[in-house]
């Protein structure tokens, strides 16, 4: 799948896009397919639990260090689905409303700009809380496969805008990277919305339109073009713009 994986993380690549697949493959009642996939989020987990004691040693990601939580984060549709459906059944109708509240002014931020732009802004994720996602367990994916050996360096890199000093950890970004993108592939192949989505935007139409899971079980595009990612030609239209 990806020439800088490692055999191991091939084989999981393979092992988890496979079993993936295979299990919303045999999903026939449409209120089970989200459940198959939430609970093809523990792979991370294991992948996390699997990797060598090197590679778990050198995180540094604890609660309140929150830098990541400033970038841009691309989804698919399922992942804001998962996630909408854990406020739904667990936020008090007061949180659910300011989480609403936030959605919209992260959607009405990050309307007709570039990626580039959109990063410029560094605004917080709408679930972060004291520093803390709200939403751990349902996190998306990008959440899940982000770790890093220096907090500080994260947040050294947030205020420059780039990613100047390398964060990453060897033996854990493949792992989890391996994991991420054989659940996306199995869902493209299942049939399912493969579009790529930015989460802040999506989730507000996911807790305010209960027909954005309908469409994705019906495997519609869940979500309007106006929450998709930024795409290569509007990146291509905003460099020329500032030429």
């Given at each position: 799948m990806c020439a800088q994986f490692?055999?191991?993380?091939?084989?999981?690549?393979?092992?988890?896009?496979g079993a993936v697949?295979?299990?919303?493959?045999?999903?026939?009642?449409?209120?089970?397919?989200?459940?198959?996939?939430?609970?093809?989020?523990?792979?991370?987990?294991?992948?996390y639990m699997s990797a060598s004691a090197e590679a778990r040693a050198a995180v540094a990601?604890?609660?309140?260090?929150?830098?990541?939580?400033?970038?841009?984060?691309g989804v698919q549709a399922h992942e804001v689905l998962i996630a909408a459906q854990?406020?739904?059944?667990?936020?008090?109708?007061?949180?659910?409303d300011a989480v609403i509240a936030r959605?919209?002014?992260?959607?009405?931020a990050f309307a007709g700009h570039s990626n580039v732009e959109r990063a410029a802004l560094k605004l917080p994720c709408a679930l972060l809380r004291d520093g803390s996602c709200?939403?751990?367990?349902?996190?998306?994916?990008?959440?899940?496969?982000?770790?890093?050996?220096?907090?500080?360096?994260?947040?050294?890199?947030?205020?420059?805008?780039?990613?100047?000093?390398?964060?990453?950890?060897?033996?854990?970004?493949g792992r989890m990277?391996?994991?991420?993108?054989?659940?996306?592939?199995?869902?493209?192949?299942?049939?399912?919305d493969d579009q790529g989505y930015d989460f802040n935007t999506a989730l507000h139409e996911a807790l305010t339109d209960?027909?954005?899971?309908?469409?994705?079980?019906r495997r519609q595009a869940a979500f309007p073009d106006s929450c998709r990612e930024a795409s290569e030609m509007e990146e291509e239209n905003a460099r020329r713009t500032e030429c």
């Open positions: 490692s055999p191991e993380e091939e084989t999981l690549f393979e092992k988890t896009g697949l295979k299990r919303l493959s045999k999903t026939r009642n449409p209120a089970d397919l989200l459940p198959v996939l939430r609970s093809a989020q523990k792979e991370f987990d294991r992948a990601c604890r609660a309140g260090c929150d830098a990541c939580c400033h970038e841009l984060v854990f406020i739904q059944t667990t936020f008090s109708p007061e949180e659910l959605t919209a002014q992260h959607s009405e709200s939403i751990y367990d349902a996190r998306p994916g990008a959440c899940r496969s982000h770790h890093s050996n220096s907090a500080e360096s994260c947040r050294t890199n947030l205020i420059a805008g780039n990613e100047a000093i390398d964060v990453y950890i060897p033996g854990m970004r990277f391996a994991v991420m993108l054989a659940t996306d592939q199995a869902v493209e192949e299942a049939g399912f209960s027909l954005c899971a309908v469409r994705w079980t």
